[in-house]
Structures are given as structure tokens and as C-alpha cells.
């Protein structure tokens, strides 16, 4: 079992139950191997607790949401694809970032010393796991880049050598050609044509005859 995670569920269910009963559940004996449940059941049972008790409205106000999906921004750069992730409140040991194929992966888990010992009047800011995932739009190198700064996470993707070729390529446009004008093209622009001329010098020794 992922011991994070579980530490989160069992905070969440003790907030839950003074919710409901204004008192604290009563010290557990720790888990044996024998006794310990898969985690299968263990998440499906915390789920069906978290569902009870945001069906009612009286009670979900004063129960914290449990998972949330940060909001992220995504920007282009020259070289570098820029993700923003908005994680305040969690410490970098517990963001996991994967970059595989073409699939960036954010997960991570946001804890709070002593959550379970707190009697919440009313709680909206969200704690326990998250989760966000998305397509990237070209092919990158590297590993991500990582950092968490005042509770903004910042992952840096390099474009590939061939995308930055490819990049720039399409940036510069295509090339323009020059081309020398066709005579008929020539005589539009006010090129002299031999023939033209001819026919000018030839109309004039006929107007000088008749003269």
C-alpha cells in the first residue's frame, strides 16, 4: 500500500467522524500483515464514505474535499514547452512527473500535519491525492524539468533536435523565387520589341511619302 495515501484516507475519516459525532474515534491497533486489508477494498470502502457524506450538504461543508485536479496553464516557447501546475500546500517529495511517449503525467498527494486532529467549522480547501494528465503536441528529449516554487509547480519539455529543425523550417516560410520576364511579359512592362519597332519606322516612311 502506497503509506501517503492511506495516512490520507485514515485523516480524512477521522475529520468525517468528529463531523458527524463531535467526538474522536478511538485509537486503532496497529495493522499486522495478517489483518491488513487489500487496498482494493481499503480505497473502495474510504469511497463510499466520501460519497455519503457529500450527499449531505449539512455535513460535506464541514468535511474538506478529498483528490482535487489542480488547474494548470500550458505555454509554447522557442524551445520549450512550459507546464504551470497550481499546487500550493504540497512539497515536491510527494509530485511525481513522467513524461512518456507523447503523454505528460502530474500526480502527487497533498498532506497536512495533525488534518485528522482538526474540528473543521467549514472546509473547502481540498487535501489527499491529484492527478492531472494530458497530450504532448510534439516529440521533446530529455527528462522534464522540474521545479516548485510558493506553491507553483513548473515542468520544462525540450523540443527534439528534429522539432526544432522542423520548427524553424516552417517559421522561415518559403523561399520566393525570382524569374526573368517572358518577352510577352517583356513588352507589357514597356520592353522594346524588334518587331515593334520595325513596324513604327515603316509607318513612318509612308507618312513621310505621301507628305
Given amino acids: 500500500m502506497n503509506p501517503e495515501l492511506i495516512e490520507s484516507m485514515r485523516d480524512q475519516a477521522c475529520i468525517i467522524y468528529r463531523a458527524v459525532t ?16 487489500p487496498l482494493e477494498e481499503v480505497t473502495r470502502s474510504f469511497a463510499e464514505l466520501e460519497a455519503m457524506t457529500r450527499a449531505i450538504p449539512s455535513l460535506a461543508e ?29 512539497e515536491r517529495t510527494d509530485i511525481t512527473v513522467v513524461c512518456d511517449n507523447d503523454t505528460l503525467v502530474i500526480s502527487g498527494i497533498r498532506r497536512e500535519q495533525r488534518a485528522g486532529e482538526r474540528t473543521y467549522s467549514h472546509g473547502e480547501i481540498p487535501r489527499g ?32 533536435p528534429e522539432e526544432q529543425q522542423r520548427k524553424a523550417v516552417t517559421s522561415s516560410g518559403p523561399q520566393q523565387q525570382t524569374e526573368n520576364p517572358t518577352p510577352t511579359e517583356a513588352g507589357k512592362n514597356g520592353t522594346d520589341d524588334p518587331r515593334s519597332s520595325a513596324a513604327e519606322s515603316s509607318d513612318s516612311g509612308s507618312n513621310a511619302g505621301r507628305s
Wanted: glycine share 6%.
Fill in 62 to 90: 464541514r468535511v474538506p474535499p478529498f483528490s482535487f485536479i489542480p488547474p494548470l496553464d500550458v505555454i509554447l516557447e522557442d524551445e520549450e514547452l512550459l507546464v504551470e501546475v497550481a499546487v500550493p500546500g504540497t
Fill in 129 to 160: 491525492p491529484f492527478y492531472r494528465s494530458f497530450h504532448v503536441p510534439f516529440p521533446v528529449a530529455g527528462e522534464p524539468a522540474v521545479t516548485l516554487e510558493r506553491g507553483l509547480l513548473r515542468v520544462r519539455l525540450r523540443r527534439s
Fill in 22 to 37: 463531535g467526538s474522536d474515534i478511538s485509537d486503532a491497533q496497529p495493522l499486522t500483515s495478517e489483518s491488513e486489508a
